[in-house]
């Protein structure tokens, strides 16, 4: 009597004991440190090359089309696949940046050579940042989503902590050359991890495809990405937790970046006060990271999320009021768990609810909020607070933040919304 075998069961492995998802996480974290040596090297050269006021139209131009390339970025991930695009973005960053260190070792910096580095920085940024976002849904199961999001959160607090003194370093010894180099060093270095990742084929993308595709013209990149849109607008979860991100975002990022120094100078706490508080922060949202790398799944994600946004907005407010440094910093390790946990819930979320086909311009439209439209509050907030004080202005963008929380919790597919098993 023949019988029939059945399969054997394939065992999930945690996404921190996955050799894909490390490699990945290696490249991610090499080249969001490339990011921060980058940074410093370019403002430290825009600042020995001019004034105060070409230092910030030096940084202000290279976030200028990160913001207007981005959604076009999604499209292309999804047209070429994110895997591809990553790779060529680093690729070129590395080559833009090593550029300039071998141009600095002829001639001192220029400013028109500054601004036109970060211009083309900035552009492909605007590749990179989709890309790398709609990557985790193909380089393990869903089932890991909310780990690979702990651990990009655990990356990107070790890219914070190491980026800056490691830019300082090279900075004091060779001058903006050998910070520039440096940082194209570790975008070189992300590109043999980025090869060596296996993609998982996504379901939708593994089917026949139509039998009138071939006869079809292909579509535009304003064709895909209003079919991107029309795709987020359909779908209510993720038309609800992208709003939360967009509603939350404005709230918390004139605070806790602009706010806080202005809430230091107030008290007269200082830059080592204002230290204090920011690795307060950064404690907080490790130890959320962790949590969810370790832990890997947390039950009613959709309501979790939520009510963290919640929770965090009220640590926001508090901040103002702390008496001290030490309440300040103790409040902003509050702030970095609640918002942090519900950051990568969102972002874990976000990744399952879109369709596979969808995923490098829904990321775009996520990551377009969080990096090029919330940053927009800053002038804002540094002219309500010198109308109003800190007090007024900290619980106005408290209230902003919570309300993205309410807004979540008012829709009931996000409230029940889970991750998968």
Do not use: K
Not at 289 to 315: D, T
Not at 329 to 340: D, E, I, K, M, N
């Amino acid at each position: 009597m023949t019988g029939i075998i059945a399969p054997a069961r394939t065992i999930e492995r945690p996404a921190h004991r996955d050799g894909n998802v490390l490699r990945w996480l290696g490249a991610y974290t090499a080249s969001m440190i490339g990011d921060s040596v980058y940074f410093m090297a370019l403002a430290w050269a825009a600042t020995r090359t001019g004034s105060a006021a070409q230092t910030g139209l030096v940084l202000a131009l290279g976030s200028l089309p990160r913001a207007v390339l981005m959604l076009g970025g999604g499209v292309l991930a999804d047209r070429f696949g994110p895997r591809r695009l990553v790779i060529g973005s680093d690729a070129a960053r590395s080559l833009v940046v090593l550029g300039l260190a071998g141009a600095l070792l002829f001639t001192s910096p220029a400013l028109w050579m500054l601004i036109v580095v970060a211009l083309v920085f900035g552009a492909v940024d605007a590749l990179f940042l989709p890309a790398v976002g709609a990557l985790p849904p193909r380089i393990s199961v869903p089932g890991q989503l909310a780990r690979i999001q702990g651990l990009r959160g655990l990356a990107a607090r070790a890219a914070n902590v190491v980026g800056a003194p490691l830019g300082g370093a090279a900075i004091a010894l060779g001058g903006p050359r050998l910070g520039f180099a440096a940082a194209g060093v570790l975008f070189a270095l992300s590109l043999p991890l980025l090869i060596a990742v296996r993609i998982r084929p996504l379901q939708e993308e593994s089917g026949p495809e139509p039998e009138d595709a071939a006869s079809r013209p292909p579509a535009t990149v304003w064709q895909e990405l209003a079919d991107g849109l029309r795709h987020i607008r359909r779908n209510r979860l993720l038309g609800a937790l992208l709003l939360v991100v967009a509603i939350s975002e404005l709230g918390f990022v004139g605070p806790l970046n602009l706010g806080l120094i202005l809430l230091a100078e107030q008290r007269g706490w200082g830059a080592s006060g204002m230290g204090w508080i920011v690795a307060g922060f950064g404690t907080g949202a490790g130890a959320a990271a962790l949590l969810l790398a370790v832990r890997g799944r947390v039950p009613r994600a959709g309501l979790v999320g939520c009510l963290m946004v919640v929770i965090a907005s009220v640590a926001i407010g508090a901040l103002a009021f702390a008496p001290s440094v030490a309440m300040a910093t103790a409040t902003g390790v509050l702030v970095g768990l609640f918002a942090g946990l519900a950051g990568s819930l969102c972002a874990a979320l976000i990744q399952t609810a879109a369709e596979p086909a969808y995923l490098g311009r829904v990321t775009s439209v996520s990551t377009f909020f969080t990096n090029a439209v919330s940053p927009l509050s800053y002038p804002v907030t540094g002219a309500a607070v010198a109308a109003w004080g800190t007090g007024p202005v900290f619980v106005a963008s408290a209230a902003l933040c919570a309300a993205g929380g309410v807004t979540g919790l008012a829709v009931t597919v996000l409230r029940r919304a889970e991750l998968p098993d």
